[in-house]
């Protein structure tokens, strides 16, 4: 995974000198509690996703496919407009990230902060890592986990809804006919992660527990 | 404002960039760059949604680098170059030293106050004259004027001294 380039401004003499003011910029802003939000865009081997944080944990975790700048803006309006591209705080969340998809990391030890969800969403995206690495659950099970077994396609919405897919797994929760449904980062991702987890746990087995 | 900020330092940067360094030389000029998205940064939240941030970031910008110059002018310092430093240059030295930047800079420190800072807030600043007339004071047409016939004595005076310079060589 790498850092997407940072769009400069077109013909502008010095995007250099632009460039080494911003990420200055975005320094003094977070040594002075001004970077509410810092976020990136990396590559991954589902797309390039952006990752946002605030002070208190990673926020969002948008797929192209959600729409990057439709995601920024909502985190402007619902946590804070101080919104600033890179800095250190998204260091640990991008590191677990790359090893998730390296197949060397099964779970996410980042804080991830869950304000843009409330009620049940919250609890039923709270409740996603009890499902293994490399395992699935049906929408009918995590229903019946959160104690509300009627509750199948809210389980659905709130899945559609995580703010944090990847670090809260709900690529995990499947139909129950065993098909995969549908994704927030689409279906081809979806699948992609589902077949990596089964590679890695795979091997993982061959090899030996650690 | 609601939306996120980066896209301000995105599009504005550049124009930011330009007035600072119009009234003030080198880090000088990268540091007033920083304080005024700083002190952006932090009032941001609360600027009405109608704002002209551009014109908004401009204020900032050259309200900064004046305190800058006020304070340079109160603490004057020996430096090695002087001419980097007074309090009256609202144009800096070119960043790359073309004989010929250098004698436009100075065409353009030459000017009278007022068609100074209207030439380097629009042609540098790259700020419409509607937004030049708010920061200088005036009417949009007197802003214009003092632009046309600052950009008119320009051509004469940098001209000239562009043929002084052929004819020296």
Redesign the interface.
């Given at each position: 995974m790498t850092t997407a380039p940072q769009?400069a401004?077109a013909a502008?003499p010095?995007g250099r000198?632009?460039a080494l003011?911003?990420a200055?910029?975005v320094e003094?802003?977070a040594r002075?509690g001004?970077l509410d939000?810092a976020?990136r865009v990396v590559d991954s081997p589902v797309g390039s996703l952006l990752v946002a944080a605030g002070e208190r944990g990673v926020l969002r975790v948008a797929f192209d496919v959600q729409g990057h700048d439709a995601a920024?803006?909502e985190?402007?309006?619902r946590v804070?407009?101080?919104?600033?591209?890179g800095g250190r705080r998204l260091d640990p969340v991008l590191r677990e990230l790359d090893e998730y998809f390296a197949g060397r990391r099964r779970t996410f030890d980042v804080p991830v902060d869950l304000r843009l969800l409330t009620g049940f969403r919250r609890e039923v995206v709270l409740s996603l890592p009890d499902v293994p690495y490399g395992a699935t659950a049906s929408y009918a099970q995590v229903a019946a986990a959160t104690g509300r077994p009627a509750a199948v396609r809210a389980v659905g919405t709130a899945c559609a809804r995580n703010p944090v897919p990847l670090l809260l797994p709900c690529h995990r929760v499947v139909r129950s006919d065993g098909t995969p449904g549908r994704y927030a980062g689409g279906d081809a991702a979806k699948a992609t992660l589902l077949a990596l987890e089964r590679a890695a746990a795979g091997l993982d087995g061959g090899a030996g527990r650690a | 404002?609601?939306?996120?900020?980066?896209d301000v330092?995105?599009v504005h940067?550049?124009t930011v960039?330009r007035v600072c360094r119009a009234m003030l030389a080198g880090r000088d000029a990268?540091d007033a760059?920083?304080e005024t998205?700083?002190s952006a940064?932090?009032a941001?939240?609360e600027l009405p949604a109608d704002a002209n941030v551009e014109a908004w970031l401009v204020t900032i910008a050259r309200r900064r680098c004046l305190d800058e110059l006020r304070r340079r002018a109160r603490h004057a310092v020996p430096v090695e170059d002087p001419a980097l430093t007074t309090g009256t240059a609202l144009v800096a030295r070119a960043?790359e030293p073309g004989a010929r930047d250098l004698d436009l800079w100075r065409a353009v420190a030459a000017l009278p106050a007022k068609q100074r800072r209207v030439v380097v807030l629009h042609h540098l600043g790259g700020l419409p004259y509607t937004d030049v007339a708010a920061l200088v004071g005036g009417t949009d047409a007197a802003a214009r004027r003092a632009g046309a016939d600052g950009v008119a004595t320009l051509r004469r005076t940098y001209g000239a001294a562009v043929t002084d310079e052929e004819d020296a060589r």
């Open positions: 769009a401004p502008e010095d000198t632009l003011l911003h200055d910029l003094r802003a002075d001004l939000v976020y920024l803006q985190i402007a309006a804070s407009p101080r919104v600033l591209a | 404002m609601t939306g996120p900020f980066e330092v995105r940067g550049p960039l990268d760059w920083s998205f700083l940064l932090r941001w939240p960043d």
